[in-house]
Each structure stands twice: as structure tokens, then as C-alpha cells.
């Protein structure tokens, strides 16, 4: 399958980290969402961050939304993709 990850800012302000598998008639479709959050780092006591599951109670893999709820989207940065696609993977890149 092709990566074709992209990182996605909504108008709720939230960034959504995942696959795009389909776009057309005004909808997206995304698998494996996933979204930042900040986290305490138990080595340093500084904050940190980590990818986890976009929508927590769910059990769809693929999620559809309207185009009208994103504001941009793009590639994310290298270092980012590889640790987004290493979390739904469970493969290190």
C-alpha cells in the first residue's frame, strides 16, 4: 500500500496525522487517524509528545469526513511520518 500520509489541520484546530485512501465528491477518507497529544516525559519531567488514536472509542479504521472541515493539508515532516507509520505499523523505520 502507499503511504500517502498527510498531516490535516481541521477547523476545530485539531492536526490529524494518516493515510488518505480516497478523495472525491467532497469527502476524504483516512485510515489509522491519528493526533498529537502532549505528554510528561518520565526521564526528564518535561513535556513531550505522542501520536495516539485520533478517535479513542472507535473501532473503524477508515474514517470519511467533508473537505469542508479541513483548513490545509500537506506531507508531514520526515521524522513524523516515520513515527506515525512505525505506531500503526508496529514496525520501526
Known amino acids: 500500500m502507499e503511504n500517502n500520509v498527510k ?4 477547523i476545530t484546530g485539531e492536526e490529524v496525522f494518516a493515510r488518505v485512501t480516497e478523495e472525491e465528491n ?6 489509522k487517524p491519528m493526533t498529537l497529544q502532549s505528554v ?13 488514536p485520533w478517535i479513542m ?4 479504521e477508515k474514517i470519511t469526513i467533508s473537505t469542508d472541515h479541513i483548513i490545509a493539508q500537506d506531507k508531514p515532516k520526515e521524522q513524523v511520518e516515520k ?4 505506531t500503526i ?4 523505520l
Open 7 to 10: 498531516v490535516l489541520k481541521l
Open 26 to 31: 467532497n469527502l476524504i477518507t483516512f485510515e
Open 40 to 52: 510528561p516525559n518520565k526521564k526528564t519531567g518535561q513535556m513531550g509528545v505522542a501520536l495516539i
Open 57 to 60: 472509542s472507535g473501532k473503524s
Open 83 to 86: 513515527n506515525y507509520l512505525s
Open 89 to 92: 505499523t508496529g514496525l520501526t
